[in-house]
């Protein structure tokens, strides 16, 4: 057992009807384990007491139809208050709340609430105004709850901005991420098409060189041969009467040699000699046979059967 139900003593025993009457307990808790197990306390009175703060399980207590948590020392209620949807009758007098939870709004079936001495924000103490008579209670409880819709209303609004502004940037960003994307596939593209324009280049000078390659021996053949055949020395153009040249430098030698002889023989002292007396003999007849025209004509005919 807590402390709380130790001193709240057996809640069972303090149940009277609908009714639990925990006010005067000296509680620093809520027990709401044991709340919760009595279902058929829908009218709960925790007034008079030590609290400071509800737990949030709190909340689960929706059977409850009347709560008295006046004189207490609450500083803030839980945020999801809002779901003691049978919740009509709530005193919060004398605590040290400033606001309430925006979830208040969805106390619909709320007709009674008293908020007075408490430090209140300055909007909400003007829009509660006193609860000194049933009528004013009743009216703090309808404005009260009109002005945490409103309240609620500028939050949801507010939350439909940010989400809005939060969609506008996500949407910026999905925008900004397709326009990268697309940018990196566009250069991805031209890399690769460079890429293979560059091979494709790399290919053709291959091929090219290959051919320029298998060029080359043929030209150095044919510069070779034209080299070689450059080289030869060309061959003198055949003479033509080439045998009667022969004769002719022959003839003209033995003529020289024959002169030479005669002269020799005819004007030097060798004409005494038998060799000088048989060469004088041979041109006298040499001579005379010249004018008859014999040897010239022997001459000529011996050419032509060459």
Same mark, same amino acid.
Not at 16 to 36: I, T
Not at 135 to 144: F, H, P, T
Not at 188 to 201: F, I, N, S, T
């Given at each position: 057992m807590t402390k709380a139900s130790s001193k709240g003593g057996n809640l069972r025993?303090?149940?009277?009807? #609908? +009714?639990?009457?925990?006010?005067?307990?000296?509680? #620093? &808790?809520?027990?709401?384990? +044991?709340? %919760? %197990?009595l279902p058929k306390a829908t009218v709960l009175d925790l007034s008079c007491n030590k609290l400071t703060t509800l737990p949030s399980d709190f909340c689960g207590l929706t059977h409850l139809v009347k709560l008295d948590l006046s004189k #207490? =020392?609450?500083?803030?209620? *839980? /945020?999801?208050f809002g779901r003691l949807v049978n919740l009509q009758h709530l005193d919060l007098l004398n605590n040290r709340l400033v606001t309430l939870p925006v979830s208040f709004a969805q106390l619909k079936s709320l007709k009674w609430?008293?908020?007075k001495d408490n430090p209140l924000d300055p909007v909400l103490a003007k829009v509660a105004g006193d609860c000194l008579d049933e009528?004013?209670?009743?009216?703090? /409880?309808?404005?009260?709850l009109q002005h945490m819709k409103a309240v609620q209303a500028d939050q949801e609004r507010e939350r439909q901005r940010r989400l809005e502004v939060e969609r506008e940037a996500e949407k910026k960003r999905e925008a900004k991420q397709r326009a990268k994307e697309a940018q990196e596939r566009e250069v991805?593209? $031209?890399?690769? %098409?460079?890429?293979? &324009?560059? $091979? $494709? =280049?790399e290919y053709d000078a291959l091929k090219a060189a290959k051919r320029e390659q298998e060029k080359k021996p043929k030209k150095e053949t044919n510069q070779a041969?034209?080299? =070689?055949?450059?080289?030869?020395?060309?061959? *003198? *153009?055949? $003479? =033509?009467?080439?045998?009667?040249? /022969?004769?002719?430098?022959?003839?003209?030698?033995?003529?020289?040699?024959? /002169?030479?002889?005669?002269v020799a023989c005819r004007v030097t002292e060798l004409q005494q000699q038998p060799l000088c007396t048989s060469v004088n003999t041979i041109y006298d007849n040499a001579v005379r046979g010249l004018r008859s025209h014999n040897i010239l004509q022997w001459v000529l005919q011996t050419d032509s059967q060459q």
């Open positions: 025993d303090k149940l009277d009807g #609908n +009714e639990l009457d925990l006010s005067l307990s000296d509680l #620093n &808790e809520v027990p709401v384990k +044991e709340l %919760a %197990a #207490n =020392k609450l500083q803030q209620l *839980p /945020a999801d609430l008293d908020l009528k004013q209670c009743k009216q703090c /409880a309808s404005k009260v991805r593209k $031209r890399e690769k %098409a460079e890429e293979k &324009e560059r $091979r $494709r =280049k041969t034209k080299s =070689k055949s450059g080289s030869r020395p060309r061959k *003198p *153009p055949p $003479r =033509k009467h080439t045998r009667s040249w /022969a004769v002719l430098k022959l003839l003209l030698l033995l003529l020289l040699c024959v /002169a030479g002889g005669l």
